[in-house]
C-alpha cells in the first residue's frame, strides 16, 4: 500500500506490504486500544529507532491507520471500532541552531561546535523534553513542538495534547537510550517499540534524506558519515530494551521479539 506523507517540512511517498499492514500494524493497534481500555486513562507508547528506519513515516502512517484509512480484506471504518491514536516526536526539542552555532561539546577528544553533530543527544534539551513527557504521561493538556527540517529549527505548539489524546505515541532516536538522564524517560512509558535495521540500509537512507533537502552530495557523505552514522549505532548498540522490536528493512518488517497479546 502507498503512503503519501510530510516529516519534517519533507514529502515522500513510501510502500507498505499488505502483510505488515496485516499481520504486525493492524494488531498492535488493536493492542494499544485494549491496554487504554483496560488502564482507563491515557496510555504513552515509546517508539525508539536510529535515524533512517523511517519511524516517522510508519507513525504518520499508524496515525491514518487508526483514523479509519479503507484496506483490502477489513471491515469499512463504519464497521470498526477505532481508537485515532495521537503521533509526536522529540526533534521539535532540538536546540535552536543559533544555540548548536554558539555552544560545543567534546567528540573524539576535540571540543567542536554543536553543530557539527547536530542530533546528537546532547543537541537535545533533554530537561524539556522530559517536564513535557510527564505531562503526557499524567493525562494532562499540553503543547507539543515540532521540526521543520527547510528551517532547520523546531516550531513551537504545533500540537495540542488534550482530553481526546487517549493514545500517544511519541517516537525519538533516543528514548530508549541508557545513558544518564535519558533512560529514566522509559518510566514514563505504558508500552515501548523499537526499530532496528542493517547499518549499510540506514546510511543509504540518509545519504538519500540530505540529498533531498538540498544538500550537495559530497557534504552530505561528510555528515551522514561524521554525525548521522554515529548517531545511528550509538543507538543500536546502547539502547534498553523493549516490549516489541522490529527489524526495517529493504523489504518491510519483521518482528524480532515481543509480541501483541496482553
Same mark, same amino acid.
Given at each position: 500500500?502507498?503512503?503519501?506523507? &510530510? ?9 507498505? *506490504? ?12 488493536? +493492542? ?6 483496560? +488502564?482507563?486513562?491515557?496510555? =504513552? ?17 499508524? *496515525? ?22 495521537? @503521533? ?15 555552544? @560545543?561539546?567534546? *567528540? ?56 481526546? &489524546? ?60 561524521? &554525525? ?17 522490536? =522490529?527489524? &526495517? ?14
Amino acid at each position: 500500500m502507498k503512503f503519501q506523507a &510530510s516529516i519534517n517540512g519533507i514529502k515522500g511517498t513510501v510502500q507498505y *506490504r499488505d502483510e505488515d499492514v496485516q499481520k504486525i500494524f493492524l494488531p498492535l493497534l488493536e +493492542k494499544w486500544k485494549a491496554m487504554q481500555e483496560r +488502564k482507563g486513562r491515557r496510555i =504513552l507508547v515509546f517508539l525508539a529507532a536510529p535515524p533512517g528506519t523511517g519511524k516517522s513515516t510508519l507513525l504518520a502512517f499508524l *496515525r491514518q491507520l487508526s483514523c479509519g484509512e479503507i484496506l483490502p480484506g477489513t471491515p469499512s471504518s463504519e464497521e470498526q471500532d477505532r481508537t485515532p491514536i495521537t @503521533t509526536i516526536g522529540i526533534d521539535g526539542f532540538h536546540h535552536y541552531q543559533s544555540f548548536l552555532d554558539t555552544h @560545543t561539546t567534546v *567528540r573524539d577528544g576535540q571540543e567542536i561546535l554543536m553543530a557539527r553533530v547536530k542530533g546528537a543527544p546532547e543537541t537535545f534539551d533533554r530537561a524539556l523534553l522530559e517536564e513535557r513527557i510527564r505531562k503526557v504521561a499524567a493525562g494532562e493538556d499540553c503543547s507539543w513542538p515540532d521540526y521543520d527540517r527547510t528551517i532547520e529549527n523546531p516550531r513551537e505548539d504545533v500540537f495540542r495534547i488534550d482530553a481526546s &489524546s487517549k493514545i500517544v505515541v511519541l517516537e525519538g532516536n533516543y528514548l530508549l537510550l541508557d545513558q544518564p538522564g535519558w533512560r529514566d524517560l522509559r518510566n514514563y512509558a505504558d508500552f515501548t517499540m523499537k526499530l532496528v535495521a542493517d547499518e549499510k540500509v540506514l546510511r543509504e537512507r540518509l545519504l538519500e534524506r540530505r540529498i533531498r533537502t538540498g544538500t550537495p552530495r559530497p557534504e552530505a557523505e561528510r555528515f551522514v558519515d561524521y &554525525s548521522d552514522m554515529a548517531n545511528a549505532r550509538l543507538v543500536l548498540r546502547h539502547s534498553l530494551d523493549a516490549d516489541l522490536v =522490529l527489524e &526495517s528493512g529493504r523489504d518491510g518488517f519483521r518482528v524480532v521479539n515481543g509480541g501483541f497479546s496482553g
